[in-house]
């Protein structure tokens, strides 16, 4: 059975960073993209960032509102991905996604492309 399991969330002020860490069970993940989403009281859930296989050169791509605040990467340890998150704004809060198990039915920043998910962690920003 594949689990997701995110960690790192939490309430910070504007200004203060948070790292999220993702940890896949149940099988490999290492040759396909993973992405993180976040979703904010009563909006969609939105991209935010992926990174491709280390195969594939571990190339990123992030939404236009986090570029240069938050980095993605994948971790020593198999199966782990982490969202590094700087200069956090208010509207960073949400409950953050981890997703994995990339289909080609939609693009790596779509929702719809990803088969796994975690429960998700909040990540609160106060003015």
């Known amino acids: 059975q594949v689990q997701l399991l995110e960690s790192g969330g939490g309430l910070v002020q504007a200004g203060d960073s948070l790292r999220l860490s993702c940890a896949a069970s149940?099988?490999?993940?290492?040759?396909?993209?993973m992405g993180w989403f976040r979703q904010a009281p009563d909006k969609e859930r939105e991209f935010v960032a992926v990174?491709?296989?280390?195969?594939?050169?571990?190339?990123?791509t992030y939404r236009d509102s986090v570029k240069g605040r938050f980095t993605i990467s994948r971790g020593d340890v198999k199966n782990t991905v982490y969202l590094q998150m700087n200069s956090l704004k208010p509207e960073d809060t949400a409950v953050y996604y981890c997703?994995?198990?990339?289909?080609?039915?939609?693009?790596?920043?779509?929702?719809?492309?990803?088969?796994?998910w975690g429960q998700g962690t909040q990540v609160t920003v106060s003015s």
């Open positions: 997703a994995a198990g990339r289909t080609a039915i939609a693009p790596p920043t779509a929702a719809a492309a990803y088969v796994y």
């Open positions: 149940g099988r490999s993940f290492s040759a396909e993209d």
């Open positions: 990174i491709t296989s280390r195969a594939s050169g571990s190339i990123t």
